[in-house]
């Protein structure tokens, strides 16, 4: 294993009665990478997490946090890696930086290095100027914020967070992706979502969890070759009849959108935009638009877990 791989995890398993939560995962996690783990409500993201966090026990498999055995030393192993969990477990009645303390202590730092690493956590997370105010009092886009520092005050070599943006406002989210992607160029960082553009926007690589089986693993650009559809949108000024458009080399069909846009589907191997370009030009057709249709992630994610055979039922072992 390399020292850049800060995770490993070797065909988990998780079951509770009747039910594999967590079904055979297999994944790693490099230094420097963020990692999205997408995957529908109930789809094992949360116990998968729990498990290499090591709050929870799996039922077999193996888990190494920067090269340390998460089963067989979980002190040293968990104090490579920061959490924040689907619920951030925050002192309300605490002031940010009374709560960082504490966090800090928890996490066995030296008493005296504990005032620069909670300086640095509130200062990568944006709270310098909150350190004095209640938590309860802050926004739930700044309590997400101290989850965050509290989950890095530690400086571990990774950070696993478990739907950060959840409840957030659309500035809110956009500022803890910001921190996320920031966090990834140290740390090597998991991010379990169910929101498909939140990968995209900040994931170098995505994993979909489905039933408790992995279904897809690739980096998130090459998401875009299965986003890539077998259509194109062409715009007119002056359109011939839409019989011509129909024989066009490589369209199977043509729809037309209004008087002068119009879809046209081709086989997925072929790309017959510029043949079509071509024609409208020699054409006089008054070429406007010309741009590939692209399937939403949410049409690629109901492909990938719909393809899924329904298995997570077992018979109890
Ligand atoms: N303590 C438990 N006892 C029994 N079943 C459980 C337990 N915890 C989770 N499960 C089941 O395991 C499966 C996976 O749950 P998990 O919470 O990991 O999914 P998830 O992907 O995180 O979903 P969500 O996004 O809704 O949190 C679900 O079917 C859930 O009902």
Redesign the pocket.
Same mark, same amino acid.
């Given at each position: 294993m390399s020292n850049d791989n800060l995770i490993s995890v070797e065909h988990l398993y998780r079951r509770? %009665?009747g039910?594999v939560?967590v079904k055979d995962v297999s994944f790693e996690l490099q230094r420097g990478e963020v990692l999205g783990f997408l995957?529908?409500?109930? %789809?094992?993201?949360?116990?998968?997490m729990q498990i290499i966090t090591g709050n929870l026990a799996p039922t077999s498999g193996r888990i190494l946090i920067n090269g340390l055995d998460l089963l067989d030393r979980p002190r040293q192993a968990k104090g490579e890696i920061g959490y924040l969990p689907?619920q951030p477990p925050l002192y309300r009645e605490l002031t940010v930086d009374e709560y960082l303390r504490f966090c800090a202590r928890l996490n066995r730092l030296r008493r005296d290095t504990i005032t620069a690493a909670v300086d640095r956590a509130k200062q990568r997370c944006g709270l310098e100027q909150v350190g004095r105010r209640l938590i309860n009092n802050l926004s739930k886009g700044y309590q997400q914020r101290v989850g965050i520092a509290q989950a890095i005050i530690h400086s571990p070599a990774v950070v696993v967070l478990d739907?950060p943006t959840v409840g957030l406002d659309p500035i809110q989210i956009r500022e803890i992706r910001e921190l996320i992607r920031e966090l990834g160029e140290e740390h090597g960082v998991i991010l379990?979502t169910?929101i498909l553009p939140e990968v995209q926007m900040t994931c170098d690589r995505v994993q979909i969890?489905n039933r408790?089986q992995l279904v897809f693993s690739d980096h998130v650009d090459n998401l875009d070759r299965r986003m890539q559809s077998s259509s194109l949108i062409l715009g007119l000024q002056q359109p011939p009849a839409q019989h011509i458009l129909e024989a066009l080399p490589g369209i199977n069909d043509v729809q037309a959108l209004d008087n002068h846009r119009f879809r046209l589907l081709h086989a997925a191997e072929t790309n017959p935009a510029g043949a079509i370009a071509q024609q409208a030009v020699e054409q006089g057709w008054g070429l406007f638009e010309l741009t590939p249709e692209h399937k939403t992630l949410e049409q690629i994610f109901v492909e990938i877990t719909s393809s899924e055979q329904s298995d997570?039922e077992i018979e109890a072992a």
């Open positions: 509770y %009665a039910l939560a995957g529908p409500n109930g %789809a094992g993201k949360t116990t998968t689907e739907e379990s169910h969890i408790g997570t």
